[in-house]
Each structure stands twice: as structure tokens, then as C-alpha cells.
């Protein structure tokens, strides 16, 4: 009983930590940083995901009225030369708006914040924000739990085949849970956000839905060898540690976008 509490601490606290680096490693996920401006620290938080439908805000804290801003943004990936606006200042913030997109379209933007003659740049390269369509929470909701479950599931069996332990209903569990997770809501979710249900191969490079299909082929070979002998190790271990490397993989790396240039 206390290695089976210690195994299922061990593949949560895994799970936690490949969920947490996924999603903090991503193209979406706000892009932070401070800069000094005359003598005024300034941090900041810029969004690279926004839903539709409305115009995006940039929002960059300075209470200091001396502090002025200003942006450039194109449509991305596009033959569109730079348009270039001033921030507008409200309640002691510079705000940006970026144009709304369609589903999945980006736009590659830059911010500049200038004082007594002083000016800075927010980030080395431009930024990419990808516009979106709201997900409902009866899709997002389960979408979230059943993949973060999979994973879990997933860390306990592999370490289960490591020790010796039955496999089978474990790998069964994972295999559902990728199953509705990857392949049932999450289509859903891709429908809602981007307009379409699948954008990997053959049909696109969307790496996370490429991925998922790749991890949910490993887990059906593994659920074959388990069900032929419920003590097999081998693929568990394998399809376990191929689903852990794919979490390293930042989430919507590749993802679905709108080429503007055809």
C-alpha cells in the first residue's frame, strides 16, 4: 500500500511538472520581462493569444505620464509592410490594439515606450500573437482533465512495468483517456478556436495534433501487447516514456495559422 501511494506521488508530481513546463514554453504564453526607461523600471506582460472577437490589447503598466509608447504589427506570415501607431494611455496604462484576425490568423507586433528623448524596446525580435475562437467550458473543461489524467495514468503505469507490476488496467485507462482527451475533445476544442477540427498530417503541421496521434499509436501498441499478457513491460515503458517526451514538447509549437501571403 505505501508503494503504491509513493508510485502515484512520483507520476503526479511528474505529470505536474511536464504540464507546467508545456505550457509555460509555448508561442501562446505571455511574454515577460522589465526594462529601465530614464531612471523607471518597467515590467511588463505581453499576450501572444488572444480570442476573438475584438481587437487585442497590449497592455503595459507606467504610471509615469512622461512615459509615451508606440507600435508596429503586420499580419503574419504576409508580404504586408510595417503599420506603425501611437499607444494610447488609460488609468496609468499604454494600451495597444492589434486588429482582430479570422480564426488562427497572427500578427507579428513590436512595442516602443520613449521618455525625455530616451527610447527602449519591449522585446529583441517581434512578437506573434495568434487570435482565437472561444472555447466553451463543456469542451475545454474535460479536453484539460482527460489529457492531464492520460498523462498521469501514463507516469503510473510506466513506473508500475519498471517495478514489475500488472500493467493491463492501467494502460486500458490511459488508452481511454488519450482517446477522449486527444482525439475526441480535442478536435472539438481545435473546432472552436480555430475553425477547424484537425490541422496535423496529413492536412497541416499542427504539431499538437501530430503529437497526439503519435502518442495514442504508441498506447494502442502497448494496450495489444498488455492484453496478449497483462505482465508486459517492454511498450508500456516505451509508449510512456514517448508520451512524457511529447509533453516536453511546447504546447501549439507549429500550430494552426492563416498564410496571408497567397
Not at 501511494?5 to 511574454?31: D, E, M, N, V
Not at 466553451?136 to 492520460?150: E, G, Q, S, T, V
Not at 488496467?169 to 475553425?195: D, N, R, S
Not at 477547424?196 to 501487447?225: E, M, R, V
Amino acid at each position: 500500500m505505501k508503494r503504491n501511494i509513493l508510485f502515484w506521488i512520483i507520476a503526479s508530481i511528474i505529470t505536474l511538472a511536464s504540464a507546467y513546463y508545456q505550457r509555460a514554453t509555448g508561442p501562446t504564453h505571455p511574454f515577460n520581462g522589465k526594462v529601465n526607461l530614464s531612471g523607471t523600471e518597467i515590467k511588463y506582460k505581453l499576450i501572444r493569444s488572444f480570442p476573438m472577437p475584438m481587437d487585442a490589447p497590449i497592455r503595459v503598466n507606467v504610471e509615469d505620464t512622461l512615459v509615451t509608447g508606440c507600435f508596429k504589427y503586420k499580419r503574419y506570415p504576409s508580404h504586408d509592410e510595417w503599420t506603425y501607431e501611437d499607444m494610447v494611455r488609460k488609468d496609468g496604462q499604454l494600451i495597444a490594439y492589434i486588429p482582430q484576425q479570422p480564426h488562427a490568423g497572427k500578427v507579428m507586433y513590436k512595442i516602443f515606450l520613449e521618455k525625455n528623448g530616451e527610447e527602449v524596446e519591449l522585446s529583441e525580435k517581434p512578437l506573434i500573437i495568434r487570435f482565437r475562437g472561444d472555447v466553451p467550458a463543456w469542451a475545454m473543461i474535460p479536453h484539460i482533465i482527460l489529457m492531464f489524467a492520460a498523462m498521469l495514468f501514463s507516469m503510473r503505469v510506466g513506473i508500475a512495468a519498471i517495478f514489475k507490476d500488472k500493467t493491463f488496467k492501467l494502460t486500458l485507462l490511459t488508452l481511454i483517456f488519450l482517446l477522449a482527451g486527444g482525439l475526441i475533445f480535442g478536435p472539438i476544442v481545435q473546432k472552436y478556436a480555430f475553425g477547424d477540427y484537425w490541422t496535423g498530417w496529413p492536412f497541416g503541421t499542427d504539431l499538437t495534433d501530430n503529437k497526439t496521434a503519435l502518442a495514442f499509436i504508441f498506447w494502442l501498441f502497448a494496450f495489444y501487447k498488455t492484453y496478449k499478457n497483462h505482465n508486459h513491460r517492454t511498450w508500456v515503458v516505451v509508449a510512456s516514456i514517448v508520451l512524457l517526451l511529447i509533453y516536453l514538447i511546447p504546447h501549439s509549437m507549429f500550430g494552426s495559422e492563416i498564410d496571408f501571403r497567397e
